[in-house]
């Protein structure tokens, strides 16, 4: 399978030779968002954005419904302005002048594909290249095709198309420009486990190829599965960085402890272990919260057997993404409260 390539210089035939490169060349990045704000009258949509995508990397933005990640990608899309604070979008800043050379350069696959039903997938293509105003527009309609894997479906009209094979062509859409940033806006919503399968396959063949995605979800094993880092929005930016690194950030590391009956004195038992910070009971047995569980379970384990305990297991509790934002979003709700 063929894919257009990652990025794509500036158009010859405009003068962007006072633009920053969109080469991806070293020290560029895709998506640069300073204090990024939007407001709708009194509604704020999000506040305060910053952060950074580098080139060649897929991005996550994840959220709740009504956390600001459409509004955020229609923003750096160019197709509303920000209330406040600024940006850099494919090495060019993001403002009114600006808008169709970055539209020239992105991409963006929104959450319905707003196809033309009655035409053929070749047909709604042909379209869209025409109104991009494309060259070479048979070229790029045939590498799009191959890129989702659509070739055998090109004449076929797109109302005849299941929803999986539909976005499928919304992304062969987005593809026909050879953007340099892609943005995917909840691109697995609303279909089945197969179709959303073979969507994330095409990211990650994406991915693999160079492109940078940039890529809303609410699903956080999604955002798990297929982002090198994920920011964690609910209006404001909660938490950014990598999967494994933001389970980590978020949640003091710990032992479970299975037992086949349960401890005549824990607090003595585990309060003498130097490693444990805390420790709660649990059906099978306890959650002990250590420093390192490198060094607490062999502690733990040698205090166990002191006192002859029946120790069925000791493993470190893995805590998926998703333990980590629903924490984070908890937190929302909690402050809310207050
Ligand atoms: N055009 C608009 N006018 C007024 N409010 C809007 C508009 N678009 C979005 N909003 C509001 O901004 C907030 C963020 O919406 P949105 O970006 O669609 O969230 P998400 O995509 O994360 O579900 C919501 O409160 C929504 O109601
Ligand atoms: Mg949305």
């Not at 090495?91 to 991409?107: D, M, Q, V, W, Y």
């Not at 940039?214 to 955002?223: D, I, P, Q, S, V």
């Not at 389970?247 to 590391?253: A, E, G, N, T, W």
Request: aromatic share 4%; proline share 6%; with cysteine.
């Amino acid at each position: 399978m063929t894919a257009p390539p990652a990025s794509q210089g500036p158009n010859p035939t405009e003068s962007v030779s006072a633009l920053p490169s969109v080469d991806g060349s070293k020290g560029d990045c895709a998506l640069g968002v300073d204090q990024l704000t939007k407001h709708f009258g009194d509604r704020v949509a999000f506040d305060h954005l910053s952060f950074e995508v580098g080139y060649g990397e897929v991005f996550g933005f994840l959220g709740p419904n009504g956390a600001g990640k459409t509004t955020a990608v229609r923003t750096l899309g160019t197709l509303i302005a920000p209330t406040s604070g600024s940006a850099v979008v494919a090495g060019i800043p993001l403002t009114l002048k600006n808008g169709s050379e970055i539209r020239s350069r992105i991409s963006m696959m929104p959450e319905s594909p707003g196809l033309y039903l009655r035409l053929t997938v070749t047909e709604n293509l042909l379209c869209f290249a025409g109104l991009y105003e494309l060259d070479d527009v048979r070229k790029r309609i045939d590498r799009a095709l191959r890129a989702v894997n659509l070739q055998d479906r090109a004449r076929d009209q797109c109302g005849s198309l299941s929803k999986g094979l539909r976005q499928r062509v919304a992304l062969a859409r987005a593809l026909l420009n050879d953007p340099a940033v892609l943005f995917l806006d909840e691109p697995t919503s609303g279909l089945d486990p197969v179709a959303t399968r073979e969507v994330h396959d095409l990211i990650n063949s994406l991915r693999s190829q160079g492109v940078t995605i940039f890529l809303t979800t609410h699903r956080l094993e999604e955002a798990e599965r297929l982002c090198d880092r994920v920011a964690i929005l609910n209006t404001t930016l909660r938490l950014i960085g990598r999967p494994a690194d933001l389970r980590q950030q978020l949640f003091r590391r710990s032992l479970d402890v299975r037992l086949r009956s349960p401890l005549d004195d824990p607090g003595v038992l585990f309060g003498a272990v130097g490693e444990v910070e805390g420790w709660e009971q649990t059906p099978s047995g306890y959650t002990l919260t250590v420093t390192d569980p490198d060094l607490a379970a062999p502690a733990v384990i040698r205090a166990l057997v002191r006192v002859d305990a029946d120790v069925l297991s000791i493993v470190e509790s893995h805590h998926s993404l998703e333990d980590v934002y629903l924490e984070l979003i908890d937190e929302d709700v909690e402050a809310k409260r207050r």
